[in-house]
């Protein structure tokens, strides 16, 4: 598992590189394709604007009426002096034109600009509004076609030439809009794969972790149930003995060494059952209105000679005005045993136990306090997970499953109750808890 894990990680975040790489390239090609596109769809659109405008609408002359014979002069004017397509054509009717023709080209939404010059008669010129402030922009595009009036294009009339100049402003802006739904998806993809890259990660840490939890817990299990296991199995030679059994005294010594390491094994199983029950969520609770500070004596008074076996002090100050509380009071009595438990267990020389009470509000507040080995972050952040055991270096001398504080994190929640971790590596914990108060 070692081995498997970083090079599992390492392929998998590889493949995430290598995605998000191809995705770019592929917006990039995309971008330059609609920009392709785009311009292919524009110069379409400005050719037939151009051919639109060079048609012929009609001339200078609205007095003149159709079916009427033209005069000489009238002839002379009308082949020398052909009206201009900004003579023919509003500033609103070109505009008109270029939409008409844009929308069949599709494009539908794309801002313009227009202007028309005249090389012809200096100084003529037909433009829209904002033609010449959007020209300062760098991200429009322009395109420049040349016009030329119908009405003189045989060879003895003078050519009028005209050019159009079409220009989008904010082009490269509309064609990023043009793409929303794609990058959107894309990067949508993207921060799904990441995600899920992440979970994947953190889930092998985790299944890692739990397999390093599961390894501790069998060798912990292992020993506990050897020990007792031995003692048996010697009492049990010393039984088939003859200088023993034909004696009372050592045969009741033995038989009660028997019965009490079977009673520590019986124990042990059923800690391990109750985490079971606990995680099946069948544990019933028989709440109760009761005064917790007999429960916290009864709890001190089993507790009292593992203190009294390391020559420790146990300090109690039950100073709360108010202790009723709706509790079970099998399993209110083993949460606080537990943590007294826990502060022998982790202690050092000159052990010194606090335990205090106080109310406020409708909180019933308990504080544990040892001068213990104390823990870091880390292991005050994971102590309530079931099977964590803290690592205590060079010390081998603490047993246990690593249940005890699992169970009483998951009997403070079943009472409604909350518990809180502080500690100092070699200065020792503190546990606060607090409880409803009984209406």
Not at 86 to 106: A, L, N, P
Not at 135 to 158: F, H, R
Not at 411 to 416: E, G, L, N, P, S
Request: net charge positive; aromatic share 8%.
């Amino acid at each position: 598992m070692k081995k498997i894990f970083p090079i599992i990680t390492i392929l998998i975040l590889l493949s995430l590189l290598g995605l998000i790489f191809f995705q770019i390239l592929w917006l990039k090609s995309s971008l330059e394709s609609q920009e392709q596109k785009f311009h292919e769809h524009l110069t379409m659109a400005i050719y037939d604007v151009s051919q639109k405008l060079s048609e012929e609408k009609g001339n200078l002359m609205p007095l003149i009426k159709k079916n009427r014979p033209l005069f000489p002069s009238e002839k002379l004017q009308m082949e020398f002096f052909a009206p201009t397509i900004m003579q023919r054509f509003t500033r609103d009717e070109i505009k008109q034109i270029i939409r008409k023709v844009f929308d069949k080209q599709s494009l539908q939404k794309v801002p313009f600009e227009f202007s028309i010059s005249s090389f012809s008669i200096v100084g003529e010129e037909l433009v829209s509004e904002n033609f010449y402030r959007m020209q300062k922009d760098t991200n429009n595009i322009q395109k420049v076609i040349a016009l030329e009036s119908p009405s003189a294009s045989n060879s003895e009339g003078i050519s009028q030439e005209e050019v159009l100049t079409i220009l989008i402003p904010h082009a490269k802006s509309y064609i990023w809009q043009s793409m929303t739904w794609f990058i959107t998806g894309s990067v949508l993809f993207t921060i799904i794969i990441m995600c899920a890259f992440f979970f994947t990660v953190r889930a092998l840490i985790k299944q890692k972790k739990l397999s390093e939890i599961k390894s501790d817990f069998i060798n912990n299990m292992t020993h506990e149930f050897k020990t007792p296991l031995a003692t048996i199995s010697l009492a049990v030679d010393a039984l088939k003995n003859d200088k023993v059994s034909g004696n009372k005294e050592k045969m009741d010594y033995f038989t009660g060494i028997i019965k009490e390491e079977n009673k520590r094994m019986n124990k042990q199983v059923e800690t391990i059952l109750q985490a079971a029950l606990l995680d099946k969520q069948e544990v019933q609770l028989n709440l109760k209105a009761l005064h917790a500070h007999e429960l916290i004596n009864s709890a001190l008074n089993n507790i009292h000679l593992q203190v009294e076996e390391k020559q420790g002090m146990l300090e109690t100050h039950l100073g709360a005005a108010k202790d009723l509380l709706m509790v079970d009071e099998v399993h209110f009595t083993n949460l606080v045993s537990n943590l007294l438990d826990n502060a022998v267990k982790y202690s050092k020389e000159n052990l010194k136990i606090i335990l205090s009470t106080s109310s406020a509000g409708n909180q019933f507040k308990i504080k544990i306090e040892d001068n213990g080995i104390g823990m870091n972050k880390e292991t005050v952040s994971r102590i309530f997970e079931k099977f964590y055991r803290a690592h205590t270096g060079n010390l081998h001398n603490v047993k246990g499953f690593g249940l005890g504080l699992s169970y009483v994190k998951t009997m403070v929640d079943a009472h409604h109750g909350s518990i809180k971790a502080e500690s100092t590596p070699g200065k020792g914990t503190i546990f606060h808890l607090s409880f409803p108060l009984a209406k």
